[in-house]
């Protein structure tokens, strides 16, 4: 598939409740996203399931363990994603292909706070089997959708894709490409 609708899966978290229903999910929460923009990049922030319990449990804000609950998505321009977590950090780097409009390629390297590998040994857990839940998720669920996106563009099924008023992350992924090669911004429909 293109390189960008490889990096589209990451940049919306309304997908997961459903795509993700037996995997990510359980771990993450849907339907909630922030984002912030700073020139070409971007960062996107998602609540992971602690988030429920801290709501519950604590009601001042201000001493919430901020990387415990939350999942960070930074878009580096053009494409390097860094996902940050409390276990450490994710980079995916997404490069096209071929020079095929239609392939891409995903580096994915990671990296895990000191502590964890302790935290996981004592827990009866291996980072290794986090690691391979995340690849599972992207390559078997987020790219399997992403590749019949990708078929039914080069069939000519569908010519186009809208992006919902709350997909901001996306809005502006795309946008800023579309800057970078002198097109113009994406249209945008009165509803
Ligand atoms: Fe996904």
Do not use: C
């Amino acid at each position: 598939m293109n390189w960008k609708l490889a990096i589209d899966s990451y940049g919306e978290i309304y997908h997961l409740n459903i795509l993700h229903a037996k995997t990510a999910a359980k771990e993450a929460l849907g339907n909630l996203q922030v984002i912030d923009t700073f020139n070409n990049n971007l960062r996107m922030v998602v609540a992971n399931q602690k988030f429920k319990l801290m709501r519950l449990f604590m009601p001042n804000m201000g001493i919430w363990p901020y990387r415990q609950i939350t999942e960070t998505t930074y878009f580096f321009y053009p494409n390097v994603l860094m996902l940050v977590d409390t276990f450490g950090v994710d980079v995916v780097r997404i490069f096209p292909l071929e020079d095929s409009p239609t392939k891409s390629r995903t580096i994915h390297t990671w990296y895990i706070h000191p502590n964890v590998q302790q935290h996981f040994e004592t827990h009866g857990m291996s980072y290794e089997d986090r690691l391979r839940a995340f690849r599972d998720a992207v390559a078997k669920e987020d790219y399997v959708m992403g590749e019949d996106v990708q078929l039914n563009a080069d069939i000519g099924i569908q010519s186009e894709i809208f992006l919902g008023r709350n997909e901001g992350a996306l809005q502006h992924f795309h946008n800023v490409r579309r800057s970078g090669i002198g097109r113009d911004l994406l249209p945008v429909e009165d509803v």
